[in-house]
Each structure stands twice: as C-alpha cells, then as structure tokens.
C-alpha cells in the first residue's frame, strides 16, 4: 500500500515538474514568413515562457549587407573575421532595411518572430519573455519577404514556466512524499 501511494505521489510530483529548456535551430530559408517555421513547444493559455538566441548567431536575407543576429537588420554590423558570413573582419556585412508588412505584423527583415498556433506574430528577436494568449505550439519564422536567397539558421533556447497550478499539483505531489517518509520514520 505505502509503494503504492509513494509512486503515486511521486508521479503527481513530476507532473508538476518545470518543462525543460528546448534547442530549436531555426532556418531563415525553411523557417521563413510563409513556412510552417520551426515548432518548439507547446504552451497553454496564460502559461509563461522564454526564448533566447545568443546575439552574435547570424542569419542572412541575402547578398551583401544582409547579415544580421535575430533582431534583424536593424543597424550596420561589421564581420569579425570569424563569424557565419565568411568575409574578412570589418567589412560591412548588415545594414537598417527597415520593416516588413504582411499578414498581422510588421518587424524588421531578417527579425525572428514567433507565433502560437494560428494567433498573431510577435516580435522575439534574441531576447523574448511573455505570456502566452491562447493554447497552441509556439513556432518561430525568419521574417523577409523574399525567402529564396535567404540562408543560415540560429539556435532559440525555448523554456516554458510551469502555470501556477502546475506548481501546486508538484507541491501537493511532495507533500504527500514527504508525509509517507515521516510516516515510514516513524514506524521504523
């Protein structure tokens, strides 16, 4: 009986565990506006998540001076030497191409954005932290209007944060683990 109600306690417990970090290589060619985009997660109304891309990760819209890291082209940025474009350092590799329109948004080109299941766009960049609205899979796009010449991929650290009452069903879950090994203490 107490194997039992231990392992049931400790399946509530894990229900209730924080999801993972999720690694989701996003590629400006097959991820782009208009594409499926690249799935991450999937989140429920009200759930809390982040999502981050290291800065100097690159991504082109196309030739010279398309680079940009994934909030897109929005100022002149210059190759190291050793970064993804592959030209010498110091030469200008990313400039401002201004913002895109289509759909329900308008970001910067080379931006990454995400969306959940069929909601509105919104902007992610390399630094997002939020609420989801409605209950769908969080998928990130490239944003360009021209996907053809598009090439390289970023690397977006998805994390999602247990809802409120996720935590409470983990605390109850250890609650109830703890009380059993008192209980098992006290009998020994």
């Not at 690694?23 to 009200?46: F, K, R, W």
């Not at 082109?60 to 030209?87: F, I, M, Q, V």
């Amino acid at each position: 009986m107490i194997r039992t109600l231990t392992a049931a306690a400790v399946a509530l417990a894990l229900a209730g565990a924080a999801q993972a970090s999720t690694v989701v290589d996003v590629n400006a060619l097959t991820d782009a506006y208009g594409t499926a985009g690249a799935a991450a997660i999937s989140l429920t109304a009200g759930e809390a998540f982040t999502v981050t891309v290291n800065p100097d990760d690159l991504w082109s819209a196309g030739a010279l001076p398309r680079w940009s890291n994934a909030d897109g082209l929005t100022h002149d940025l210059y190759a190291t030497g050793t970064d993804a474009s592959g030209e010498p350092a110091g030469t200008l590799i990313g400039e401002n191409w201004g913002t895109y329109t289509a759909g329900d948004g308008t970001f910067a080109f080379g931006e990454l954005v995400g969306r959940i299941g069929t909601g509105a766009y919104f902007a992610v960049g390399t630094n997002y932290s939020g609420t989801a609205a409605t209950a769908g899979t969080l998928s990130l796009f490239y944003w360009d209007s021209y996907i053809l010449d598009n090439s390289g991929s970023v690397a977006a650290t998805v994390t999602a944060v247990p809802e409120p009452g996720s935590m409470a069903l983990m605390l109850a879950g250890l609650g109830i683990v703890g009380g059993l090994a008192r209980r098992r203490a006290n009998r020994g």
